[in-house]
């Protein structure tokens, strides 16, 4: 994201976390259209608002895109807290960004429809809203798998990110169609070649 985009991003969402808006699932129609760099950014850019505290989650337990692009993290997350085999506590990190704090993908021997099935995610999302003031997922593609409607129904905001020259307008039509359109946050376009880089339309 811009600089500019990522403000207005950052600006709107903390707006709405104070009225209980509080957890983001971002999500595109296809793969490599941004969405895990615009779940960094956007995390980035909230947590330098003061007094706003700020979970990233990488929910995308089949590509890990958000962990690997972390690089050094420990390695349990979020598929083991999901097994029950950590607490929600054990797989926070906190980041050299102050208010910013990370949830890894964690193990990778567990199918993740299986997992975001349960109980436990909705769990997960009760005890991050109450110790963060926003809680942004780096969740699968929307036409991957069930993945995301499970993870979807728990979230109280989507945001689309779809990228230029890449997304097809009908598979964004259809997307959007079967999104829950009062959690629709907005639509992040990615790769513009316009001089004001990305733009968020809400």
């Known amino acids: 994201l811009s600089d500019w985009s990522s403000d207005v991003c950052s600006s709107d ?53 958000l962990t690997t692009l972390f690089g050094r993290l420990p390695s349990v997350g ?35 429809t299986e997992l975001f099935s349960t109980e436990k995610w909705s769990q997960l999302i ?18 991957a798998s069930a993945d995301f409607e ?10 689309l990110v779809v990228r230029a020259r890449s997304t097809q307008r009908e598979a964004l039509r259809m997307a959007i169609e079967q999104l829950d359109a009062s959690k629709l946050v907005g639509v992040v376009w990615n790769g513009s070649p316009s001089e004001r880089g990305n733009n968020f339309h809400s």
């Open 150 to 159: 499970l993870m979807a129904q728990e979230s109280d905001g989507i945001l």
């Open 13 to 65: 969402l903390s707006s709405q976390a104070k009225q209980g808006f509080r957890s983001i699932a971002i999500t595109s129609v296809g793969r490599s259209e941004g969405k895990t760099l615009t779940a960094f950014n956007l995390a980035y850019c909230c947590a330098n608002v003061e007094n706003l505290s700020v979970l990233l989650i990488d929910g995308d337990l089949r590509n890990r895109s």
């Open 78 to 112: 979020l598929a083991d807290v999901m097994s029950s085999r950590a607490s929600c506590e054990e797989a926070t990190v906190r980041t050299d960004v102050p208010n910013l704090y990370v949830m890894s993908a964690g193990s990778n021997d567990s199918a993740s």
């Open 126 to 143: 009760r005890w991050s809203r109450h110790h963060f003031k926003i809680v942004l997922i780096d969740a699968l593609s929307m036409g």
